[in-house]
């Protein structure tokens, strides 16, 4: 069949049930091939793997013009599990990797591989991560053979026309199914539980679904003419979001953005419009914060000490004034700590100061009625930063911005006649371009309705909560390792380490080989962060877990936890054979 079919109109659904099928005998066939969290060999092997893959990008394509024919199902040469039923996953196959973690039923499936892909949960360390070792062992060897080596970790190739810009195309069949294979197999998995080092959460199916009606049917949400229904879902989500910040204002509102970087700048932005002229921060707070403070014009920063990651509200009482606007935050990068917001929100009202809370990681815990007190104070704020693409399991990208009074959106308005004319807004049409600093956006609302539909606020805190719990044991569990040491005690879903070893021999170089050497092994994706812990205050570097699965339990972490210091062991000794290190 032609690959130029729309997937709209009359016969679009019935097209997307034929295609849908081949990119995911691609991607679960991709995944078998990859059998870990990530590729192995680091950027060079994968990079020559899909050179191997694909050959050089110039080079005519082999297919026949106008070639659409499908070729021979390659899924099922290599194997592919795709339709076993396995835990309502669409991911790699769980045949081939183990059983799946929880019993897979309601509406809280992950779209990808199942918890125990990073093997065994007896928790006694023999257990591989991610499959067998020589197995893993043999792809690492074959990707680091650059010169002549031919496959990597990418699997065998399909005689397919060379490259993604070929003079004629191969159909759509075959296009989905081969470079989802390839995208598959060379991707990061979230959803494997070794891979845990950013704040990258394995997306829940339901919400998965709702993105292929929504990138079909394609609203594009600056004028209501585009998207009808889309603009009054986003409407009626997005207040109820603002309702959930501010249960007890009047006229609360909020916006979609594409995340915390984008919040921020909306934050800055409307305190710049009130007459505010330089921001304040934590020294934990994110980057995005001096961004959007360059972007903007303003000054850079004020930068106020932190204990313990958290904000320190007697240093940030000696710079507030009548002309700042306070960043605090709900869940830091490095540590996932909350700065205290009551403590915060009380000095900037007395200073006459306006504060804008960056709760992208942490804010979804409203929905925890065990949770929600963490966040207390955050309704005091003027405004407030969420992300569903991590504590809401949503594909990237899904962000909100929520402001106590809605009339502060106003700063947003534009006038674009062939958008929102007055007459057609006095005429009743929405202006849908006074609601992002973005023309044209994606419909990414809806998904995230979707999935607030299908689990309520309560079974998507429950999720939270979930990872909260699994986090408090692996710290428990890296407390009791003699091999490693425990930061402190995780507010969220972050568990911060490093390898006893480090503290004696090696120091800050050894703990960043370990990670790297993980890495390029494809045996675990774990996070980095410095911390003032070492003499003095000095800058200390840390690993960093960070658990946003929420079907994964502390067992399926001891594996991990015994892999970083048996390779901070390895590493030790290799450093001290070798006069270069890894």
Known sequence: MRADVLAGGHDGADRLAELIPAALRGMAAGAAERGGP?????????????????????????????????????????????????????????????????????????????????????????????????????????????????????????????????????????????????????????????????????????????????????????????????SELEREFTAGIARLCYPGEENPDAVVTTGGTESNLLGLLLARETGIVQAICG?????????????????????????????????????VTPHTVVVATAGTTNTGTLDPLPEIAEICRRAGARLHVDAAYGGTALCSDALKAKLAGLELADSVALDLHKFGWQPVAAGLFAAREAADLAALTVRAEYLNADDDTEAG???????????????????????????????????????????????????????????????????????????TDGGDELVARVRRALLEAGTAVIGRATLPTGPGGAGRLWLKLTLLHPHATAADYRPLLDRIAATAGAELVAGRESPVAS
């Open 429 to 503: 049409l929405p202006d849908l371009l006074g609601r992002s600093i973005r023309t044209s956006r994606r419909p990414d609302a809806f998904r995230m309705a979707v999935t607030m539909r299908a689990l309520g606020t309560d079974g998507l805190g429950a999720l939270v909560e979930r990872c909260c719990a699994t986090a408090a044991e692996v710290a428990a569990n890296v407390e009791r390792h003699p091999g490693l040491r425990l930061w402190g005690r995780p507010e969220l879903s972050t568990v911060v380490l490093r390898p006893v070893v480090a503290d």
């Open 283 to 319: 020294a934990n707070a994110h980057h995005s914060v001096a961004r959007a403070a360059w972007l903007l014009g303003l000054p850079a920063p004020i930068v106020v000490a932190c204990e313990g990651d958290r904000m320190l509200p007697a240093a940030l009482a000696e710079v």
């Open 38 to 230: 990530i590729p192995a060999g680091g950027p060079a092997a994968v990079a020559a793997a899909l050179m191997a893959e694909h050959g050089d990008p110039g080079t005519p394509a082999a297919a026949a013009p106008g070639g659409a024919e499908p070729l021979d199902d390659p899924a099922a040469a290599r194997g592919s599990a795709v339709g076993n039923g396995s835990a309502g996953l669409l991911g790699g196959p769980a045949a081939a990797r183990g059983p799946a973690a929880g019993d897979g039923a309601g509406p809280v499936e992950l779209l990808g591989d199942p918890a125990v892909a990073c093997g065994s949960a007896a928790g006694d360390g023999s257990a591989e991560l991610g499959g067998p070792a020589a197995a893993r062992d043999q792809a690492a060897a074959t990707a680091l053979e650059l010169a002549g080596a031919p496959r990597a970790t990418l699997g065998p190739a399909p005689a397919l026309a060379t490259g993604t810009l070929p003079r004629h195309g191969v159909g759509a069949e075959a296009a989905l199914e081969e470079l989802s294979r390839l995208l598959a197999a060379g991707s990061a998995d979230p959803a494997d539980p070794a891979c845990a080092a950013h704040l990258h959460c394995p997306p829940l199916a339901v919400s998965v679904a709702a993105d292929v009606v929504a990138s079909a049917l394609n609203p594009s949400m600056d004028s209501w003419d585009q998207a009808p229904v889309a």
